[in-house]
């Protein structure tokens, strides 16, 4: 499967931006999907996840309470809803695609090309 993340860009601090990751052929609702960033220096981190029917979401501590995942079968795209955005978010986001919905890196087989988020204060 190939992805096509989109919808990063700049915001102030404590503004919004919705990510996007389209994925390619009739599978998508075969994989659980996620997302991860990197910021410059730091370590790849997760972020998100949600199974192949969108009935378990995981969320990193970091997140939780502003970030929301959810997906859309129909359309073979997962989303990425980002409020109360600070400048400790600012990275690169990666949407991934795995057989189970987890925070470790290694569980996915396919990573989007990332899209930069930026967050000003």
């Known amino acids: 499967v190939q992805l096509q993340a989109s919808g990063g860009g700049l915001v102030q601090a404590g503004g919004s931006l919705r990510l996007s990751c389209a994925a390619s052929?009739?599978?998508?609702?075969?994989?659980?999907m996620g997302w991860f960033r990197q910021a410059p220096g730091k370590e790849r981190e997760f972020v998100a996840a949600?199974?192949?029917?969108?009935?378990?979401?995981y969320y990193a501590d970091s997140v939780k309470g502003r970030f929301t995942i959810s997906r859309d079968n129909a359309k073979n795209t997962v989303y990425l809803q980002m409020n109360s955005l600070q400048p400790e978010d600012m990275a690169v986001y990666y949407c991934v695609a795995g057989r189970w919905e987890v925070a470790a890196p290694l569980q996915y087989d396919y990573w989007g090309q990332g899209t930069l988020v930026t967050v000003s204060s």
């Open positions: 052929g009739r599978t998508f609702s075969s994989y659980a």
């Open positions: 949600i199974s192949r029917s969108g009935g378990r979401i």
